[in-house]
């Protein structure tokens, strides 16, 4: 463990300094910014197939930090398909990279969207389950890649891992809940401390639609997140829509950054831009995160 924060504070990766340390640093506090509008599959799983009917696919990638070595970065790919207006299926594939660590999550779902009645009105649950994947670069060790505690986090094995959510959703309403990473839920490891896990999300968002096809809707949102070693998170903002092809959203999140996004839509093809300020522990260090995310609908239309 003296090896690791050795080469950590030596890199200058300031998000994984000392575990255990009082002062937390948020480096994995924020989720990718595309989820809180475009792709909220990546939180819920009982969102997979609520974005349209047909193949929905979707990209992200993120730097954080990139003025600190061995910064986090984030890969992101999902692909959720509508299979009857009911039932819907999706895949999830995650790569974080950390300093030394690194890993790799594959989860494959699937929702149930219950109706409720004609007003649009749905009920969802969705669950996913997939493989995990830590490991330790031995390659970027700066010292003895034979030291115990490295050979003892690379000693385990790819887990099962799961997430399990529901969802309420009108014509203009959604309410949803999520329990993401139920291996860490359910049961704790030795090493459950070096990468900051998230146990709990809950978000509600309503959507005031504009009579002129022409005009702008607005979309505020709020939201919940419980995750571990961490104070809780509360967030709040909103999504401005023009014409169902641009739109601009802010979140403010209780660890004291904010993230900015704008993204455009042509056919059934979206880019998205996404900045996200530091957290209140790191501003004076760095300047922030920049995201992009792609998104393609295929053989179907946006419901």
């Given at each position: 463990m003296r090896l690791l924060i050795k080469?950590?504070?030596?890199?200058?990766?300031?998000?994984?300094?000392?575990?255990?340390?009082?002062?937390?640093?948020?480096?994995?506090?924020?989720?990718?910014?595309?989820?809180?509008?475009?792709?909220?599959?990546?939180?819920?799983?009982?969102?997979?197939?609520?974005?349209?009917?047909?193949?929905?696919?979707?990209?992200?990638?993120?730097?954080?930090?990139?003025?600190?070595?061995?910064?986090?970065?984030?890969?992101?790919f999902t692909a959720d398909y509508d299979l009857n207006g009911k039932a819907a299926v999706g895949m999830n594939f995650n790569r974080d990279k950390a300093g030394l660590i690194q890993g790799l999550r594959a989860v494959g779902t699937f929702a149930y969207h219950l109706p409720l009645n004609e007003d649009n009105r749905v009920l969802s649950f969705g669950i996913s389950m997939g493989m995990m994947n830590e490991r330790i670069n031995l390659e970027d060790v700066k010292g003895d890649p034979n030291d115990i505690i490295l050979g003892r986090f690379n000693d385990r094995q790819t887990y099962l891992d799961g997430?399990?959510?529901?969802?309420?959703?009108?014509?203009?309403?959604?309410?949803?809940?999520?329990?993401?990473?139920?291996?860490?839920?359910?049961?704790?490891?030795?090493?459950e401390g070096t990468v900051d896990r998230a146990v709990f999300f809950s978000a509600m968002s309503y959507r005031f639609r504009s009579e002129n096809t022409q005009g702008i809707d607005v979309e505020p949102k709020a939201s919940y997140r419980v995750i571990h070693g961490m104070d809780n998170i509360f967030e709040f903002g909103a999504n401005l829509i023009y014409a169902d092809r641009v739109n601009f959203f802010s979140m403010y999140h209780s660890s004291q950054s904010v993230t900015f996004g704008l993204g455009m839509t042509y056919q059934n093809f979206g880019f998205t831009g996404i900045y996200n300020t530091s957290t209140g522990d790191l501003s004076r260090y760095t300047t922030g995160n920049f995201e992009i995310s792609l998104q393609a609908r295929l053989f179907g239309k946006k419901k």
């Open positions: 080469y950590m504070i030596t890199s200058g990766c300031m998000f994984l300094m000392v575990i255990g340390v009082k002062e937390k640093l948020h480096a994995q506090s924020n989720p990718l910014g595309a989820s809180y509008f475009q792709n909220q599959y990546l939180l819920n799983p009982a969102m997979a197939g609520l974005g349209g009917k047909g193949l929905n696919l979707n990209l992200g990638s993120r730097k954080q930090w990139n003025n600190i070595p061995g910064s986090p970065s984030t890969q992101a997430d399990f959510g529901t969802a309420y959703t009108g014509n203009n309403i959604t309410i949803q809940a999520a329990i993401p990473n139920m291996k860490s839920f359910f049961k704790k490891d030795q090493f």
